[in-house]
């Protein structure tokens, strides 16, 4: 890959279900397989050089920069969503014309090649937003993708909202993206939080990219175990077995 591009990586959670007495680390810096999950997803994304790739930092953000030099730095002082989080790093993108790759701290099952292909595929369609989306075997309270009838990109519905017909659907939103960047700061300029959560939805960036006459993609890939985030102890558990079983595959004549 040969493109220039920059990378959000938002790591600003704290992981309240993750928290006990003796742990209240941010959820990035639990530990899978002996390294913080943080640690794995910038370890997939080590293609991209240190100084592109910026982390959004929020509860207690010197845990993560004690622990990971060279990289940029955003803080988001409230945590009101995923939109918000992206809004905290747009400082870092002033004046910047190329494409931007957001994804998750929380997710370390994302493989290198997985983000290669993704972004190939970006700048092969020549997008302003692509969306990576997949189908997994495991039970997940994933947005589902919605298509027109032309299989075009209508929306994404969060599980939580979608009638019994959506919750049929197999696609998944996994969450990270692609932008062209001018095209994602106008449309976080759009986002509002008119919801029972009072966030700001990244989710929501994709459509109003669409309406605004902007290209939307999806890259769907069988994601199976790498589209896993860790949001509960059980989720842990799972993504360090994965991980395990992995590096024995690795290692393996």
């Given at each position: ?123 092969y369609r020549d997008n302003d937003c692509t969306i990576l989306t997949g189908q997994s075997s495991i ?115």
């Open positions: 890959m040969t493109e220039k591009i920059k990378v959000i990586v938002l790591a600003a959670g704290k992981g309240t279900r993750l928290q006990t007495d003796e742990n209240d680390a941010p959820k990035v810096m639990r530990t899978a397989n002996g390294k913080p999950l943080l640690w794995h997803v910038l370890e997939a994304l080590s293609f991209i050089d240190r100084e592109d790739i910026i982390i959004v930092v929020g509860y207690k953000k010197e845990e993560i920069t004690d622990n990971f030099s060279g990289y940029v730095y955003a803080e988001q002082t409230e945590q009101l969503g995923t939109g918000h989080a992206v809004m905290a790093a747009a400082e870092t993108l002033a004046g910047y014309p190329g494409t931007v790759l957001v994804c998750y701290g929380d997710m370390p099952l994302i493989r290198d090649i997985t983000y290669e292909t993704f972004i190939s595929e970006h700048f039970p997940l309270p994933y947005g589902r993708v919605v298509r027109g009838a032309t299989n075009e990109f209508l929306r994404v519905v969060e599980d939580r909202d979608c009638t019994p017909e959506q919750l049929e659907i197999t696609e998944l939103n996994s969450g990270v993206y692609l932008f062209q960047t001018p095209m994602l700061l106008d449309a976080l300029g759009c986002l509002g939080n008119d919801n029972v959560q009072g966030e700001y939805y990244l989710t929501d960036v994709p459509e109003i990219i669409r309406d605004r006459g902007g290209t939307v993609g999806l890259f769907r890939r069988n994601l199976g175990d790498e589209i896993i985030g860790v949001n509960t102890v059980e989720q842990l558990e799972l993504v360090e077995e994965i991980l395990a079983k992995r590096l024995l595959n690795k290692k393996a004549p």
